[in-house]
């Protein structure tokens, strides 16, 4: 099955500084790859999403890559604030039309933005 | 949109017991469910993934007599964690794909998710 990894698990930054997140996943066949924010006790929500033919993806001051060869995406912050501060989830799954099949999450970034 | 829904949000029950948490897609209709349980400061570890109208497939670990899923209808999956010890304590989350979303159909909603605590 798939298996996902994230790096880091804590990060700090001052306000304003850019805050980079990085995931790299095992099954080469995984094609969507999407980032949640989940605050202290809240649902995960989905922030950005990316599929595998598409390299790179941003929105406003949110953008994600991705790497198929080296089979990793990143999320990037820019000009970070402090409510951005939250814990940061990257996924990946296989997607196919059933879609029976769920995400695998990686372990989690704690993001402190301080002002 | 694609909203989920979960009831109850908390849940507080003596050991022995079983609880139900029900999960409901409501502006749209789920033909799969999955159930995530997070620990405190740990990711979410999928336990099952809840098809409607056949039997739910459990992840590796996962005790399938102990944590009941039954997808009756396309709006509704329920979880029951039978006998709840202590160590089932944990926030239990939903989350279902809306297949009606167009260009956003990858995308997976989850529900706010129902804390348990088992005492």
């Known amino acids: 099955g798939e298996n996902v990894e994230q790096h880091p698990s804590t990060l700090s930054v001052q306000e304003g500084d850019s805050a980079v997140i990085k995931c790299t996943y095992s099954?080469?066949?995984?094609?969507?790859f999407p980032w949640y924010k989940q605050e202290l006790g809240k649902r995960p929500q989905l922030i950005i999403d990316?599929?595998?033919?598409?390299g790179e993806k941003k929105d406003q001051r949110i953008a994600v890559t991705l790497n198929k060869t080296a089979k990793h995406f990143s999320l990037h912050i820019t000009e970070t604030q402090p409510e951005d501060s939250a814990v940061y989830f990257c996924?990946?799954?296989?997607?196919?039309?059933?879609?029976?099949?769920?995400?695998?999450f990686g372990s989690g970034t704690r993001l402190q933005v301080q002002p | 949109g694609a909203v989920v829904s979960q009831h109850p949000s908390r849940v507080i029950c003596k050991s022995g017991t079983s609880v139900k948490i029900e999960c409901r897609s409501l502006?749209?209709?789920?033909?799969?469910m999955f159930w995530y349980r997070q620990f405190p400061k740990q990711s979410l570890m999928l336990m099952a993934t809840?098809?409607?109208?056949?039997?739910?497939?459990?992840e590796q670990g996962v005790e399938k007599d102990k944590f009941l899923i039954n997808h009756a209808s396309l709006t509704l999956s329920t979880l029951t964690v039978t006998s709840a010890h202590p160590e089932d304590s944990s926030f239990y989350i939903c989350?279902?794909?809306?297949?009606?979303?167009?260009?956003?159909?990858?995308?997976?909603?989850f529900g706010p998710g129902t804390r348990l605590t088992v005492t």
């Open positions: 990316i599929r595998s033919n598409v």
């Open positions: 099954d080469s066949a995984s094609n969507y």
């Open positions: 989350s279902a794909r809306n297949p009606d979303r167009g260009q956003n159909v990858y995308e997976q909603y």
């Open positions: 996924a990946a799954r296989r997607q196919v039309d059933t879609g029976r099949r769920a995400l695998t």
């Open positions: 502006d749209f209709q789920a033909t799969t």
């Open positions: 809840s098809n409607e109208g056949s039997k739910a497939t459990y």
